[in-house]
């Protein structure tokens, strides 16, 4: 894949999957801008990439201005942006009864309205090259299965996948195509899931091997097993591409569905409450949808 003259923005880039994304696209030839909340970390993930094709710009995604700042910085430092990946993103894991407004709060801005501002002020520049552009965001399992634990996280990422269908239609005559990637992979954010801290800890600190169980069996894997797909998705190869939700992770590449009807029955002159109970276990009720992210056992 070459990328060769394509400038990408990758929010939450100074280490994780953000830094491999942000590798992986300087591998294919693209110059990129690093964002992370932290100097010390931005500056040592731009001195891992191409001298002269990274730049760091310091700010907390969220509002209007951090996401023009990176979008300003693309351009004056490159000349242009041709990719805005949005990957920055915080935990704030609670039950229902115990989650605060905060804590709701503070992952909804960083995840949904951080790309609704990026994402807004990505589309504005593109459309002004009048040249097209790559939109790519990130998605999760829990934001297409739920989590437990995690309503402000699971709503943010149920919001973004649709965002990017609505957006694929929106910028589709501006040949802008938006996707979400949904990652799994050992990074600082799966250290806190129990199922799969032990693993992630074995391989940061040991150089353990995931084992088969998870590369395949549950598509779980390291950051840079990643990045391939938002190279791929940044290319010329994918410009029919577009309104996805992509699964990646470990040895396993995946396509999610969309939510749709996927049983319905009719009654003339509508529907009581009665004939609804009457009917729900042998019609629409009859196979109701799973819930939840499973965990490897």
Same mark, same amino acid.
């Given at each position: 894949?070459?990328?060769? #003259?394509?400038? $990408?923005?990758?929010? @939450? ?6 830094? !491999?994304? +942000?590798? %992986?696209?300087? =591998? /294919? ?109 990130? #998605?999760?399992? $829990?934001?297409?299965? @739920? ?6 996280? !699971?709503? +943010?990422? %149920?919001?973004? =996948? /649709? ?135």
């Amino acid at each position: 894949m070459d990328l060769t #003259g394509k400038v $990408a923005v990758v929010t @939450g880039s100074g280490q994780g999957l953000g830094l !491999a994304y +942000a590798r %992986a696209l300087t =591998a /294919a030839g693209a110059s990129v801008v690093i964002n992370d909340i932290d100097a010390d970390v931005a500056k040592r993930a731009v001195a891992e990439l191409p001298a002269g094709r990274a730049v760091a710009e310091v700010v907390a995604v969220g509002d209007a201005d951090a996401a023009q700042r990176l979008v300003d910085r693309a351009v004056s430092e490159f000349g242009r942006l041709d990719i805005m990946c949005t990957n920055a993103g915080i935990l704030r894991d609670r039950v229902l009864w115990k989650m605060s407004d905060e804590e709701f709060d503070a992952v909804v801005r960083v995840h949904l309205r951080g790309t609704f501002t990026c994402v807004r002020a990505a589309a504005q520049r593109m459309r002004e090259q009048n040249e097209g552009g790559t939109v790519i965001v990130a #998605g999760s399992p $829990a934001g297409q299965r @739920g989590n437990f634990g995690q309503t402000n996280y !699971a709503a +943010a990422k %149920a919001g973004i =996948a /649709a965002m990017v269908r609505t957006w694929a239609m929106e910028l589709a005559k501006a040949q802008i195509t938006v996707n979400a990637v949904v990652p799994n992979a050992a990074t600082a954010m799966t250290r806190t899931i129990p199922a799969f801290a032990p693993y992630v800890e074995a391989w940061e600190e040991r150089g353990e091997p995931l084992p088969d169980a998870l590369r395949k069996g549950e598509g779980f894997g390291t950051a840079d097993d990643c990045a391939g797909l938002v190279v791929f998705l940044a290319s010329a190869a994918a410009r029919q591409v577009t309104g996805q939700c992509i699964g990646i992770g470990g040895d396993k590449l995946s396509l999610w569905s969309h939510p749709q009807e996927i049983a319905s029955a009719y009654t003339d002159g509508g529907w009581s409450a009665d004939a609804i109970a009457a009917a729900w276990p042998t019609s629409v009720g009859r196979r109701p949808e799973t819930y939840g992210i499973v965990m490897p056992s």
